[in-house]
């Protein structure tokens, strides 16, 4: 990213604020079991129709999501496999540094018992 100028970087947070939406990131967990339309996402997701709609508008628009039209329905899937990889990473981190904190809390609670 250190080559990018400012136009580049709108671009790059517009792909992560897609992805900052708790509701996006519920609807692209049912689309790692593969393609659904929205009916199957509505129910998946216990979301209405419109506000899944919309979620995967935003979804698409950001380049995360493609949409294959199959007579009256639209199926959504993964655009690239690559969206799967930065969740995991993200998610990987996320568990690492709640295990670290974990572990500064025991060890202070351990320390609080010794003083009592």
């Known amino acids: 990213m250190k080559n990018l100028d400012d136009d580049a970087l709108a ?6 604020a897609a992805l900052a939406v708790p509701m996006r990131l519920k609807i692209l967990n049912h689309l790692r079991e593969g393609e659904r339309n929205v009916g199957e996402l509505t129910a998946a997701t216990g979301c209405t129709q419109a506000n899944v709609s919309k979620h995967l508008a935003v979804l698409a628009h950001s380049g995360l999501v493609a949409k294959t039209q199959r007579g009256t329905s639209a199926y959504y899937r993964f655009a690239n ?22 572990e500064r809390r025991r060890a202070f609670a351990g320390r609080a018992r010794r003083r009592a």
């Open 11 to 16: 671009l790059v947070a517009q792909y992560f």
């Open 81 to 102: 496999d690559s969206v799967y990889r930065l969740c995991d990473l993200v998610c990987d981190q996320l568990d690492r540094h709640f295990a670290q904190e974990a």
